[in-house]
């Protein structure tokens, strides 16, 4: 395998096409302001590198990047890529993964809005996240240990577990399919409208207008703080550690919790008979 270190690059497409290299110790940057320096690149391992230019892994396939710092002007920097591996990276530029398939993920910081659009065969593990958008349209994703901070996170994704995760992100997992979260502390507004076949286990979840208009919702040993109006027109099988807020018209199903503060079944648009039960009865 050719090495190449400790040089600076800043022309466009400045290693196009590498192939069945490493790259160890180089910036990416300079007055050319070249795009794409690793577009096409075959077989490499990117270490302890440093990027400030735009496009510089579109198309590349069967790669390694270790300890690399893409920042804010690294835009676009990951797209149509696919059998990669980024460990403990900074992912700081706009819409720095898109359109990938089979992309692994490690301890990396990722302070990137649109982050992850329309990608398949995603694994997260141990990553923080800031984005907005982020990781619409996947699917078959894995996460753990992620901790989330955004807004419309996880829209439209399809067949995703998410394990030992925070995420504090308003209007998440909205439109998802096949989706389960397992031990998960989940904070933000209106979670998992439209959903189908969300399934959450030993989370805490908290924020307004929680999972309305789900459909085959599944809540396991949960808990549930400041949710007011929840379940609003979803079909629901849920078991709930504690009080709820409030419940307003669900559509089917069996909800059973400690207490309710309110039970609304009133001015439905659509007509329930979901069995509603406090945890002594």
């Known amino acids: 395998m050719a090495i190449i270190t400790n040089r600076q690059f800043d022309e466009e497409r400045a290693l196009y096409h590498l192939q069945d290299s490493a790259v160890q110790n180089c910036i990416f940057a300079g007055p050319a302001d070249g795009e794409s320096a690793l577009k096409e690149a075959r077989n490499i391992t990117v270490e302890d590198c440093s990027f400030s230019l735009r496009y510089p892994f579109w198309h590349t396939a069967d790669f390694s990047v270790r300890r690399c710092t893409m920042d804010a002007l690294t835009r676009a920097a990951i797209w149509y890529a696919e059998n990669g591996t980024l460990e403990d990276c900074k992912l700081y530029g706009i819409k720095a993964l898109r359109e990938c398939e089979n992309i692994q993920l490690t301890g990396c910081d990722i302070i990137s809005p649109e982050f992850g659009w329309r990608s398949r065969k995603l694994q997260i593990d141990q990553c923080s996240a800031e984005s907005e958008y982020f990781l619409f349209e996947c ?26 995760s925070e995420l504090d992100t308003k209007d998440a997992f909205w439109h998802t399919k096949n989706v389960t979260a397992k031990n998960c502390i989940i904070k933000g507004e209106y979670l998992g409208w439209y959903s189908e076949n969300l ?45 709820v807020d409030s419940v307003k018209n669900p559509i089917s199903g069996h909800i059973t919790a400690d207490g309710y503060g309110e039970i609304i079944l009133e001015d439905a648009v659509y007509q329930g008979n979901c069995d509603i039960k406090t945890r002594t009865e």
Do not use: W
Not at 207 to 228: A, E, F, I, S, W
């Open 199 to 243: 399934t959450l286990i030993d989370c805490k979840i908290s924020g307004t207008q929680p999972l309305c208009y789900c459909k085959n919702l599944v809540l396991k040993n949960c808990t549930m703080t400041d949710c007011d109006l929840s379940f609003e027109y979803s079909t629901v099988e849920a078991d709930i550690i504690g009080t």
């Open 139 to 164: 699917r078959d994703v894995s996460i753990s240990e992620l901790k989330m901070k955004g807004k419309y996170s996880f829209q439209y994704i399809e067949n995703m577990t998410l394990e030992n």
